[in-house]
DNA sequence: CGTCTCGTTGAGAGTTTTCAATGTAAGTGG
DNA sequence: CCACTTACATTGAAAACTCTCAACGAGACG
């Protein structure tokens, strides 16, 4: 559980002994069923979440009701509300379990003096931030500028396992897609490109 | 021009006058008349910028030549091609100057020694992107979820100043709109609720 | 004065959404 | 294990939104 942790920071960082030790006394743990909520729109978000093991995804609903999901996170991911988390203002994402879920989290007290103990960390985390970025960045010039079946072509060719662990109507939201939409799409490009049969039966 | 470096570091962290003399060497000057590029799509982006004075933008250039506007980059923002410049790979983004500019230039290996002889540097670059996540967060959830008419009255409302200074068909660009969708969404916005005149002249 | 940039306007085309209905698979409780 | 409910996917038709194309006007700049 902290050993995914630690190896995702010594993915980046190197740790001494003393410091792995450290960090551990400043995380708690915490497990969530399927469907439950991590936060919900209107609370403070307390804790910075790291996902040791299932999936989470992170959600804005409209007027009407609607998800639209702003991220999902794997093993290995960090979550929360970030201003939230930062300002201690309310929260206007809400974030639930897709999956069974086992997270690691720290408020935001203890993500300061994380940093102010173990200095590495800020390295850390400007690290994880800053490929963020890039991320993000993409997304949003993907979001302007694509068309639907752009959209959908893209996510599926850089993320083909994220296809098969997701449902279809959450990888519309997250693309800001009807579900609809994204059927026609999956119809029109099987049609156009027939999936290789690998096993063929005959 | 080092000043408005030095203070909005200081905004963040703490810097010894060793550290202000140490950093300054790291950094080259450069200016842009209107129009110039900063970086080419297919180029490698070799430095991050810093912006002095000024202004910038980032763009995508699409097959019809569309330009699809990524970011703006005012006095005291950073700018790259992020992707490009950590891994040094081409760029896909055009960045030039909107205005006469004046940069703080920083290479990728000076970037990373920046860091390594002034910890904190990376103490700020940590909190720089944190802050910076948290407003593409929002212009993702904004550009999946918001009409046109939203997009823009979002973007007015929170950026009053930059709406002044910057061209509407750029900003249509920066919302992923086209120009003329902008110009009626305008139109419609006077009509419904004009303008408090505070100077009247009767 | 001519050119270029920026903004506006109209009309039509195209894309995507919405609404409603249906099908299917999967999970739950008796 | 079956019956029932819920979640997910598909399909069609109409509506809504935004874009494209084309033309024009105004202002800035050299």
């Known amino acids: ?53 299932g999936l989470l995804k992170s959600y804005f609903e409209d007027e009407k009701g609607g998800e ?39 408020t935001l007290n203890d993500y300061e003096n994380l940093m102010l103990k173990i200095p590495v960390m800020d390295r850390y985390f400007r690290i994880l931030y800053q490929n963020s970025l890039v991320t993000k960045d993409y997304r949003l010039i993907a979001s302007n500028s694509f068309t639907a079946e752009e959209k959908y072509l893209e996510f599926s060719k850089k993320n083909p396992e994220v296809i098969k662990r997701i449902p279809h109507n959450l990888i519309a939201s997250f693309l800001g897609l009807a579900p609809e939409t994204v059927s026609r799409i999956r119809k029109k490009l099987l049609l156009k490109k027939p999936t290789l049969n690998l096993n063929p039966e005959y």
Chains 1, 2 share one sequence.
């Open 1 to 53: 559980m902290f050993d995914i942790l630690i190896s995702h920071i010594q993915n980046k960082v190197r740790l001494t002994e003393a410091e792995k030790k450290d960090l551990q006394s400043f995380f708690s743990a915490k497990n969530l069923k399927r469907k439950e909520f991590l936060l919900q729109e209107g609370e403070v978000c307390t804790h910075l979440s790291f996902v040791s093991k």
């Open 68 to 106: 639209n999901i702003n991220m999902f996170a794997f093993e290995g991911w960090w979550i929360s509300d970030f201003k939230s988390f930062i300002s201690q203002e309310k929260a206007v994402l809400n974030i639930d379990a897709v999956e069974e879920t086992e997270l690691l989290i720290i």
